[in-house]
């Protein structure tokens, strides 16, 4: 249970002791970003994820692709026990033509090889997806890490991310004409910093391009 402060302080102490480091050695010394200490670090978000295919309504539970925002995700593995499961990153997709027997296990969703304790850890804005579980529980803890200083690639991600910010400007416009043209404008505006941001992001110019339809018609 996390709301026990002594599982807390093991948590913060393997994070500064372990996680931490290793994540700057990994992920930040070759990244744009020159952090100076581990310290920089902090946990952006934070949760526990079950995948119960006895509880699915479909035949496995799981995750489409998708992003996370901060800058490292680290997901710990908790039990094992399960079929399937792990994750499944976009790269990992090849071309049919292109497999083999040797590439398909590359092919293959990941898990720590270490089995409970170990973890997998990846860039955020990776695009990446929970592997359906097919039997069993699957538990993850997974953390969102963060640096203190700015860097382009989550500054991108977080003005990509228009659904909380223009949400509130469209509730606190009155009319029902200003509501629709201030949701439409907010989200211009962030996919045109996001473009700024990192102009190597085609994803952001997709954002920015259906905003603008949106705005035409």
Known sequence: DLRDRGAIEVINRLLAER???FVREVFL??????IA???QLFVYDALIIRYNATASDSKMAGQPLHRDLGVVSVNVMLNDGFQGGGTFFDNQMTPTSERNASADIHTRPLKP????????AHYSNERHAGAGTVSGVRDILVFFLSVKEPIPRLLNARLKQTRG????LIKEAQDENLRKDAGIFCRIQRQKLAVETAPDDGEAYLYLGTALMDCAH
């Open 19 to 21: 996680l931490y480091p």
């Open 29 to 34: 010394e070759t990244s744009e970003s020159t």
């Open 37 to 39: 200490q581990p310290s």
């Open 113 to 120: 090889a270490g089995g409970p304790g170990y973890c997998l």
């Open 165 to 168: 910010v223009c949400d509130h």
